[in-house]
Each structure stands twice: as C-alpha cells, then as structure tokens.
C-alpha cells in the first residue's frame, strides 16, 4: 500500500526468500519444444506498432530496484513471474509455474516450472533462475523493494530447488494470499546476473545506457534502443511462451515505443494529434478534456470503474505533536472525541467530490476498502450521506455549542482547524476545498494549506505539525493484506497514530488481532468474516474518513485492441502480449 503523489505513485514493494539448496544440478537437457501456454478466446492479427508515452524517462530497467511508475512500466513487459493474477477474474493462474500444489496446512508450495522456455537472449529458464531470483530479493544488503511482503513473522520463506523444474517455498506459517505473492516477482536470468551480484554491482545492472544484448528476460519483449531524452523501443521477445487460441505465437506486436512526455496535458495533444496509440493514468480533468480536443484518428474512451486508489481525511491522532504546534494540540483534543469525527464524516458532501472534482468518475466510500476488491468489501456499511441535523446532535452530546453560527468547544475555543493539501494534486486541493465548505455548516472555519509534497509528506509522516490533511492512498492488491500496512498498529502507513510499538486502543487492538488471524486462514469465508468485522470497527471509531475512489481512467486510438484498465500494475499494459491491431 502506498500514499499517492497525485496520480503517479510508486508502487507498494514484493519480496521474496532463498533458502539454500545443497547441490549443484548438472547441464540440463532442453525439451525439444516449449511447454506454451495458450490462451483461450484470444483470436489477434500479428504485426504492427504500438505508439505509448512515460510521463518521465525509466531510471533502470532493473526489476530488482524499479520503484517508480516508468521504471515498472517497462521492466513489467521485459519480465515475467511465476503465478500471476488474472485482472479480470483477480483469481492467481499459471504463468512461468505450470502447476502449484499446497501442503502441510498451507505452509509449503511446491511448484512446477514450464520446461522448455527461453529468455528473450535464448538462454534456458530453469529452477535454478527461480532459486538466484529470490536469493537476491531475500538479501539483506541488496534490499530489494520486493523483500518485506515474503518476510512473515520475521522470517523468511525458505526456497529449495527439488529439480531442473520444480522448486519448493516453504512458509513459517500459513499464509492466506501466498499464491498472489509470486505476481509481480520478476524471474531474472542468472546467467547474466549472478556475476554481478557476487561482485557487489547489482544495483548498477541494467542502467539505461547497457547494450540490449546485456539485458534479458521472459517477458513478451525485450529492449532494442533506448534514445536518450527522447524514447525507449522495445521489440517482441522471439523466444516468449505464450500462444493465442489458434497456436500463433504471442505477442501479436512488433514492436512498442515509449516517448517521454513531459506532463499530461502534453501528452494529451500528442495523443489528440495521432502521435500516440494509448494514454493511461488520466486525471478526471485530462479524461474530459479528450472530448473536447479534435484529434486526428477517432479514439476510444475507456473508464474501468472503480482503482485500488482513494482519498481519505486524515486526523491528527499521533501521540507525539509537537509542543511548538500549539494549534495542532488544540485541534487534536476535539479529533480524539469520537462523535465530533463521526460529526464531520456526516457534513460531509462525498457525492459532490465524484461530481464536481472527479466529473462523476468516481464513487463515494464507506471504508477504505474500495469497489475493486469486490470480494472483500463489507456489503453491510454503506458511505454516509450528509445529515446536518445528526452531526449536530452528535455535537452537542459531546459538550460543544454554538455562539451565533461559531461552533465552540466546552472550554468556549472557535473551532478552527486547517486541512493541508498537495498542492501538486489538483484534485486533492479541490476536495479539500470543498471540505472546508462544507465544515462551515456546522459552524466550523477551516483553512486549506497547499503545500509541495514534500513539505506535505514531511508533515503528516515526521513532524506531526497539523490538523487535517486530505490524503489519497492506494492499496497494493485487492485482497485485505494489499491494505495491511494501513490497518496494522506497527504498519508504516497506520497514518493516523503512528510509530506504535503496541497498539494505543482496544479497537486498534483489535483490528491487530482481526488481520493477523485473517492472514493464517485460507478458508475464504472466515477470511471475509474477520475482514467484513475491521471495517465494521473502522466504521464505528472513523480514525480517518474515507471519501472517494477514483476511477481508472485511458483511452486507445480507435482499431487499438485489448487495452483495458487493471486495478493492479500495470494499470492498463498487463495484457500488452495480447494487442493488435485491428486490419
């Protein structure tokens, strides 16, 4: 899970263990033809270019050590992983793994790796790349993004290669979404890697300026040219291991180039004036404004509905503000009654946030738990709807009262507040704005800050110098542990009360409790009962308000087929092996 900077945020990290095997496995034989994996329903036409932008130019194409958007954009088509999830089904399938099988109470998982598969240099994919792969994410001194969501407990997940084609992972306990851990852990060659490694200069490896021979893996292409400041071309990996429904060979592209665009308003026109196939990660502002362009080849809107991402209103609930912020004190003794936060959630307008700041792409939230987890969402809570009369009821049996239209605490205090917002993000400066509309019904003056990001991370996650802040957030996947780091009382983004050593309420307590025995029960219906119950408590305490999700928003130039946008990276080019052009 991560805090979004606008709409480009990195992406929460996958990790990954090595447990070491005892022997060496001689030169392998290679089966005579591949173990493909054929996708049903896919009827495609080979050939053409695919035309694509990066609102920044990738800083590696490192798997290992890719954080931001550009960087994973790429190495997600240069790579492949074991199992992966389906972005429409959001069920795990095979992918480098052909088969898994679970034992010992969910504690091992043994798979079974395609035979036959190449890297996109022609060398073998075995066991013994699976073995090196997580042997790096595991290290220590490496410290690969990917390491702490495959450390459980403290400890890591054993791997050991039982063959040239079979590997085990060995848990410490039960793991519900351990099938899901294996998407997004890209396989890397260890026969280009390894001497890296072993000499220290892995995090160097794969810079934009090393030859595309250096580069490989089993993704549908691989790297032809990279022009600096201007774009990155990459061409369909001959050796992938994917077939459509007919036994053509995937992907159906030649090639795809990625320009570098500056912004999304410039990436728009080019989009607009044909120089671009597909735009993805648009802004509500940026989605209308598509409408309104004459473009030089009929395009295809595309809305997927509801993304992992959302906006809350963030409390200052930490139990260390700072002295020198005597305001944020103040205001923090009215957030820590829970009526005046249920109060405020109820002054809320989230329907005019979808329509006036997201053009009514977007749908308002009861929890943080948003439309794309569809399994998971507790169908009894319901977002709440303005009720004045009830918020002010509320008030007042927590000893507030007003003096004329001013609302005043017991000890007779204006209640002011501010409410900071990323001054980058236009459509947090808009909620916020809108917030502080609707607070003043109640007789509440609130003041938004914009600050840059920077300043504004630093605030709610260092110094705890505020009030209220308007934060969109994004869960990492759309089972309950994508959200883990938020519902934790040690989680990193438990940003609400945060550095927690133990948990500081019964009901924080509680939802401890509630995540940690959902994550050791595979049986789907009692997972959803534990997690049906921490939203349930969420929705009683309202330590923050959920607001909206946006939607997922793009569009393809009209004859462009298969884009479609995924709650999970990557957002609309998962799929990428399946594009084509339509003659």
Not at 220 to 234: A, D, I, N, V
Request: aromatic share 8%.
């Amino acid at each position: 899970m991560k805090i979004q900077r606008g709409f480009d945020f990195p992406a929460g990290a996958r990790t990954a263990l090595y447990a070491a095997a005892c022997f060496v496995v001689a030169a392998l034989p290679r089966p005579a033809f591949p173990q493909t994996l054929r996708v049903s329903g896919l009827h495609g036409v080979p050939g053409g270019h695919l035309s694509a932008s990066l609102r920044a130019e990738p800083r590696t194409l490192n798997p290992v050590f890719a954080t931001e958007i550009a960087s994973r954009s790429v190495t997600s088509i240069l790579n492949a992983d074991l199992l992966h999830i389906n972005r429409t089904t959001d069920s795990v399938e095979p992918a480098l793994a052909t088969s898994w099988q679970v034992s010992h109470g969910g504690c091992t998982y043994l798979l079974t790796l395609r035979k036959g598969v190449r890297f996109s240099d022609g060398s073998p994919f075995t066991a013994a790349d699976v073995l090196f792969s997580f042997r790096v994410y595991l290290d220590p001194k490496i410290a690969a993004p990917q390491r702490d969501l495959l450390i459980i407990d403290g400890q890591p997940i054993r791997v050991t290669q039982l063959g040239p084609y079979l590997v085990r992972f060995d848990l410490p306990h039960p793991y519900a979404a351990a099938a899901r851990l294996f998407d997004g852990i890209a396989i890397l060659p260890r026969h280009l890697l390894q001497p890296l490694m072993e000499s220290g200069s892995l995090a160097n490896a794969w810079n934009l300026a090393t030859s595309p021979a250096q580069v490989a893996g089993l993704g549908p292409f691989r790297l032809k040219t990279y022009r600096p400041g201007e774009s990155l071309t990459l061409e369909r990996n001959p050796y992938y291991w994917k077939q459509d429904a007919q036994g053509h060979a995937l992907p159906y592209l030649d090639e795809v180039d990625f320009s570098f665009a500056p912004n999304q308003d410039a990436e728009a026109i080019r989009f607009a004036a044909g120089q671009l196939d597909l735009i993805a990660r648009l802004t509500a502002d940026s989605y209308a404004s598509l409408a309104k362009l004459s473009t030089a080849v009929p395009i295809r809107e595309l809305d997927g509905g509801s993304g992992l991402g959302y906006d809350i209103l963030l409390f200052n609930l930490n139990a260390d503000v700072p002295t020198k912020a005597p305001q944020a004190a103040r205001a923090q003794t009215w957030f820590l009654q829970e009526p005046f936060r249920q109060a405020l959630s109820l002054a809320l307008d989230r329907s005019a946030i979808v329509h006036l700041v997201y053009q009514d792409h977007a749908v308002p939230l009861a929890t943080p738990v948003t439309p794309a987890s569809r399994t998971w969402a507790n169908p009894a809570l319901k977002p709440v709807t303005v009720d004045l009369a009830r918020a002010r009821a509320l008030l007042r049996s927590a000893g507030f009262s007003w003096h004329g239209s001013t609302l005043v605490d017991s000890s007779g205090n204006s209640v002011r507040f501010t409410v900071l917002a990323n001054s980058g993000n236009r459509a947090q400066s808009g909620i916020a704005t809108l917030l502080a509309r609707n607070f003043m019904a109640l007789g509440i003056e609130a003041q938004v800050v914009p600050l840059e990001f920077r300043s504004f991370l630093q605030r709610i996650t260092q110094s705890h110098d505020f009030d209220v802040a308007v934060v969109a957030l994004s869960a990492g996947d759309t089972d309950p542990n994508g959200n883990i780091s938020l519902w934790l009382s040690s989680g990193n983004l438990h940003l609400w009360n945060q550095n927690q050593s133990r948990a500081a309420t019964p009901w924080e307590a509680e939802i401890d409790t509630l995540m940690r025995r959902q994550m050791a029960i595979t049986d789907i219906r009692r997972r959803r009962a534990l997690y049906f119950r921490v939203q349930s408590v969420y929705a009683a305490e309202l330590p923050f308000l959920s607001l909206v999700s946006s939607d997922m928003l793009g569009a393809v130039r009209a004859g462009l087929a298969g884009p479609a946008p995924s709650p999970l990276d990557p957002e609309m080019l998962d799929n990428i092996a399946s594009f084509y052009l339509e003659r």
